[in-house]
T-cell receptor
């Protein structure tokens, strides 16, 4: 069964450093998303991406965040200058073209720890 | 914006019993309601979803019901098995028809099925 893969599974960084979280969406999916889950809290929407541009973003997704699809398979989330409060599990997801915001397939996540 | 409330936060049942998890939503424009299962160390996995033009949907031991008037929807798991133990999330979104909103998740229900 096709799946969304995320690397690394764990990332530890110092406050102020840049991190890049990587995702390989399911190959025939055209909508891509990043969500995050702070320990013990809800899964929160960050950004959606379609046709090489951001479709929608939340208040969390400020100027420190950016997304990119550098090639035909990868989808990345960059945090330019990490803060302690960025510590969370970050999930990438993808969905088929006719199902925006429907039937999202999630990866296993990257646990980001900012020290 | 949309707000999704989920109850209970924890649920413990005996193997073979039924489990019911309930969610309410606030935005009457929401028209898509998925349920996700998250096992330890994994990302959320879609188990069933329902659209607002349907009142009930069933897939083997899992069923979801939707009451649009009351703005609540429920997940029903019958004949529970130990492998059903996980955290279950409900979510709501507005999709299709040119008006789309990202998934808003509930806080999750930790289901424990005791053998």
């Amino acid at each position: 069964e096709p799946e969304v893969t995320q690397t690394p599974s764990h990332q530890v960084t110092q406050m102020g450093q840049e991190v890049i979280l990587r995702c390989v969406p399911i190959s025939n999916h055209l909508y891509f998303y990043w969500y995050r889950q702070i320990l013990g809290q809800k899964v929160e929407f960050l950004v959606s991406f379609y046709n090489n541009e951001i479709s929608e973003k939340s208040e969390i997704f400020d100027d420190q965040f950016s997304v990119e699809r550098p090639d035909g398979s990868n989808f990345t989330l960059k945090i330019r200058s990490t803060k302690l409060e960025d510590s969370a599990m970050y999930f990438c997801a993808s969905s088929e073209a006719e199902a925006t915001n429907e039937k999202l397939f999630f990866g296993s996540g990257t646990q980001l720890s900012v020290l | 914006g949309e707000n999704v409330e989920q109850h209970p936060s924890t649920l413990s049942v005996q193997e073979g019993d039924s489990a019911v998890i309930k969610c309410t939503y606030s935005d009457s424009a929401s028209n898509y309601f998925p349920w996700y299962k998250q096992e330890l160390g994994k990302g959320p996995q879609l188990i069933i979803d329902i659209r607002s033009n349907v009142g009930e949907k069933k897939d083997q031991r899992i069923a979801v019901t939707l009451n649009k008037t009351a703005k609540h929807f429920s997940l029903h798991i019958t004949e529970t098995q130990p492998e059903d133990s996980a955290v279950y999330f409900c979510a709501a979104s507005t999709t299709g028809g040119g008006s789309q909103g990202n998934l808003i998740f509930g806080k999750g229900t930790k289901l424990s099925v005791k053998p």
